[in-house]
């Protein structure tokens, strides 16, 4: 229900899979994670439109450890303390004509 949760619910999946894999080396689990703010559509059981698709593409386009934010979520976020983000360039956004500037958050 807002920018700073769901960074924080990223930021404890990837710790979450950091730990796992550090416990079973042989079985590493690599997750990145993409968070964007928008309007939704609803449609049925499920949800639509530019927001999710950006959303979506930021995860498919995050590494293993990586959270890629939007410059909405960064702002949204913007008063609470956040870890340092840096500025992803070049990313582009399969289907997303004017894509947003994106962040990029360690979380290892």
């Given at each position: 229900d807002s920018a700073r949760r769901a960074v924080d619910c990223a930021l404890g999946i990837v710790r979450a899979a950091a730990d796992e894999s550090a416990r079973q080396p042989?079985?590493?689990?690599r997750v990145g994670?993409?968070?964007?703010?928008?309007?939704?559509?609803?449609?049925?059981?499920?949800?639509v439109g530019l927001a999710v698709n950006v959303a979506a593409r930021l995860a498919q386009s995050?590494?293993?450890?990586?959270?890629?934010?939007?410059?909405?979520?960064?702002?949204?976020?913007?008063?609470?303390?956040?870890?340092?983000?840096?500025?992803?360039?070049?990313?582009?956004?399969k289907g997303v004509n004017d894509p947003p500037r994106v962040y990029c958050l360690k979380a290892e």
């Amino acid at each position: 229900d807002s920018a700073r949760r769901a960074v924080d619910c990223a930021l404890g999946i990837v710790r979450a899979a950091a730990d796992e894999s550090a416990r079973q080396p042989d079985r590493p689990i690599r997750v990145g994670l993409g968070i964007h703010a928008g309007e939704p559509i609803a449609d049925r059981d499920d949800y639509v439109g530019l927001a999710v698709n950006v959303a979506a593409r930021l995860a498919q386009s995050a590494r293993a450890g990586e959270i890629l934010v939007s410059d909405v979520v960064r702002a949204l976020a913007g008063g609470a303390r956040l870890p340092e983000m840096t500025l992803r360039e070049g990313l582009v956004l399969k289907g997303v004509n004017d894509p947003p500037r994106v962040y990029c958050l360690k979380a290892e």
